[in-house]
């Protein structure tokens, strides 16, 4: 079982960067691949990125390629995504995600939830 604590949202202008972290503990955070989903007010949730368990082959929604990275680091169970250029429309809460691969959670099949992070982007 995996538990996922996301952290660094905040208020950003638009143009601005922000990083998001995801803290996991449990001892499958190694072997599972890794996403982020978002969800504005009004809105569904909705795939940003997702990475694989090694770190190389990684998954984004057409929104945000070219201005998001997502990264992890296994030696401290933490998963990353650097928001760069951020949009108004980029405003959302932000959720960690944990599945068995990452093109499934690019199809929005996780298995794992954190308990989301706010992002605010002022025009």
């Known amino acids: 079982q995996v538990q996922l604590v996301e952290s660094g949202g905040g208020l950003v202008q638009a143009g601005g960067s922000l990083r998001l972290s995801c803290a996991a503990s449990?001892?499958?955070?190694?072997?599972?691949?890794m996403g982020w989903f978002r969800q504005a007010p009004g809105k569904e949730r909705e795939f940003v990125a997702s990475?694989?368990?090694?770190?190389?082959?990684?998954y984004y929604a057409d929104s945000v390629k070219g201005r998001f990275t997502i990264s992890r680091d296994n030696a401290k169970n933490t998963v990353y995504l650097q928001m760069n250029s951020l949009k108004p429309e980029d405003t959302a809460v932000y959720y960690c995600?944990?599945?068995?691969?990452?093109?499934?959670?690019?199809?929005?099949?996780?298995?794992?939830w954190g308990q989301g992070t706010q992002v605010t982007v002022s025009s």
């Open positions: 990475i694989r368990q090694t770190g190389i082959a990684t």
């Open positions: 449990g001892r499958t955070f190694s072997s599972s691949a």
């Open positions: 995600a944990a599945g068995w691969s990452a093109s499934r959670i690019a199809n929005s099949e996780a298995e794992y």
